[in-house]
Each structure stands twice: as C-alpha cells, then as structure tokens.
C-alpha cells in the first residue's frame, strides 16, 4: 500500500535547471533515508544523492555544487533540484524511501521520471 510518485521531469536545454519532487503515501510507521538515483540508457543505476531523516546530504561527485537535495518530513516528500544541466545526465530519475511498514522495514522506488538535457 505504500505509493512514490515522482513528478517535475521533462525536456531541457544543456546548462538548464528542474526541480523533481518525490510524495511517499501509504500505512508507514516511519521514513529513514530517501534518495534520488538515476538511470541512463545502457548505464548502471547510480545514487544521485542521499538524505537522511535528520537531513544529512550526501551527493555523487559529479553532481556536487549542482544539485540539491531536501525534505520535508511533514509532507513525505523529497526534493532535487538539478541545475546545470548536462546533455549527459539525461537519465531517467527514481526516488526511492527506506520505510517500515507493518511487515518491516524495506526499499520502496517509484517509476521514475525522465529527464532530457538537449539542445
């Protein structure tokens, strides 16, 4: 019963900035880390960046100084933006919660959202 949907996706030139958001819903006990990871084609899954419930980030190198990560615990919700965009990082973005539900504690991920860096 646990949803995560991501949203704020979509086409951009190079050097351009989005803002993805992430809502987490369902019977959760609690939320621990959440974070965005991507996927670009005929590429590994990589960690984006990583934010903890006390909101401790942590990025991937080649996003440092660029993207942001935040959280509102309130709402279940995460937030990247993503500026500076390069046409390299066109990926499709996931969000993903570790959360304990009922049964334990797991990884929940939504469907991702596709972003597209081109001129």
């Known amino acids: 019963q646990v949803q995560v949907v991501e949203s704020g996706g979509g086409l951009v030139q190079p050097g351009g900035s989005l803002r993805l958001s992430c809502v987490v819903s369902g019977s959760i006990f609690s939320i621990y880390d959440m974070g965005w990871y991507r996927q670009a084609p005929g590429k590994q899954r990589e960690l984006v960046a990583l934010i903890t419930s006390g909101g401790t980030a942590d990025y991937a190198d080649s996003v440092k100084g660029r993207f942001t990560v935040s959280r509102d615990n309130d709402k279940n919700t995460v937030l990247l933006q993503v500026n500076s965009l390069k046409p390299e990082e066109t990926a499709v973005y996931y969000c993903?919660?570790?959360?304990?539900?009922?049964?334990?504690?797991?990884?929940?991920w939504g469907q991702g959202t596709q972003v597209t860096v081109s001129s």
């Open positions: 993903n919660a570790k959360a304990t539900v009922e049964s334990g504690t797991f990884d929940y």
